[in-house]
């Protein structure tokens, strides 16, 4: 099972843009969720909104093009689109709050079977478990809660897009989180590089896998217990 080939951060994030409709806010959380900005079709417009005050950036932008006043939540240098806005912090926030954003992209430690989001923590690193670094690549300082909490409860979706298990082989999709909750019952949908899963009132339903992969691989690294999708399919995009 380990020889089997998963999907790259980037794949996950062309993946998520599929979920973008024509003229929806998009909030874009830390980590791989940054880079489906790169993969909107053509034609199509997304408004995407960063908490420090920004609506309708385009994609991360080059060193050579970069402004550095104007990143993304992975401190990336965005790219400015045509009729682009900037705010003050409180109104972001109550763009958030007010109910605007219509999908929120968050990164995660751990999602549980019904829905919850854990994606911080409090302290030192080397006092959890495990290796929960592989979020963002942090080898030092703890994920910070920042906006997620607003997102996870004002956004009318929620996704997460993350790795399917830590780097020591560990569930991410869990019973029970054991790191703090960022908001409960808030994620509908997950996409991970083996799966696209929905959480559904009966439980954890397989979309759609990775190619080469079996639905007792991905059981396999799951703890809670899967329904697979009458239409289960490969992974497409």
């Given at each position: 099972m380990s020889d089997k080939q998963k999907l790259d951060e980037q794949t996950i994030a062309m993946r998520a843009a599929r979920e973008f409709e024509d003229g929806m806010v998009v909030n874009l959380g830390g980590g791989i969720p940054t880079l489906?900005?790169?993969?909107?079709?053509?034609?199509r417009e997304v408004l995407f909104h960063a908490e420090n005050g920004a609506l309708g950036y385009g994609g991360i932008a080059s060193t050579e093009t970069a402004d550095w006043d104007l990143f993304n939540a992975s401190f990336q240098p965005v790219t400015p689109?045509?009729?682009?806005?900037?705010f003050a912090h409180d109104e972001s926030f109550a763009l958030i709050r007010?109910?605007?954003v219509d999908i929120s992209v968050l990164g995660?430690?751990?999602?549980?079977?019904?829905?919850?989001?854990a994606n911080w923590v409090a302290g030192d690193l080397t006092t959890f478990e495990g290796d929960i670094t592989d979020w963002i690549?942090?080898?030092?300082?703890?994920?910070?809660v920042?906006?997620?909490m607003d997102l996870a409860i004002g956004a009318k979706r929620v996704i997460v897009c993350m790795l399917h298990t830590t780097r020591n082989g560990q569930p991410k999709i869990v019973k029970e989180c054991k790191y703090e909750l960022t908001a409960s019952r808030c994620v509908s949908l997950i996409i991970t590089d083996l799966a696209v899963i929905e959480i559904t009132p009966q439980g954890l339903v397989l979309k759609e896998i990775t190619p080469g992969w079996e639905p007792e691989d991905v059981q396999a690294v799951t703890e809670p217990r899967l329904i697979l999708a009458s239409?289960?399919?490969e992974i497409s995009l």
């Amino acid at each position: 099972m380990s020889d089997k080939q998963k999907l790259d951060e980037q794949t996950i994030a062309m993946r998520a843009a599929r979920e973008f409709e024509d003229g929806m806010v998009v909030n874009l959380g830390g980590g791989i969720p940054t880079l489906a900005c790169n993969f909107v079709p053509e034609g199509r417009e997304v408004l995407f909104h960063a908490e420090n005050g920004a609506l309708g950036y385009g994609g991360i932008a080059s060193t050579e093009t970069a402004d550095w006043d104007l990143f993304n939540a992975s401190f990336q240098p965005v790219t400015p689109l045509p009729g682009m806005s900037f705010f003050a912090h409180d109104e972001s926030f109550a763009l958030i709050r007010g109910g605007h954003v219509d999908i929120s992209v968050l990164g995660a430690l751990e999602v549980s079977e019904k829905g919850d989001l854990a994606n911080w923590v409090a302290g030192d690193l080397t006092t959890f478990e495990g290796d929960i670094t592989d979020w963002i690549g942090l080898d030092r300082y703890p994920p910070a809660v920042g906006g997620a909490m607003d997102l996870a409860i004002g956004a009318k979706r929620v996704i997460v897009c993350m790795l399917h298990t830590t780097r020591n082989g560990q569930p991410k999709i869990v019973k029970e989180c054991k790191y703090e909750l960022t908001a409960s019952r808030c994620v509908s949908l997950i996409i991970t590089d083996l799966a696209v899963i929905e959480i559904t009132p009966q439980g954890l339903v397989l979309k759609e896998i990775t190619p080469g992969w079996e639905p007792e691989d991905v059981q396999a690294v799951t703890e809670p217990r899967l329904i697979l999708a009458s239409d289960i399919k490969e992974i497409s995009l």
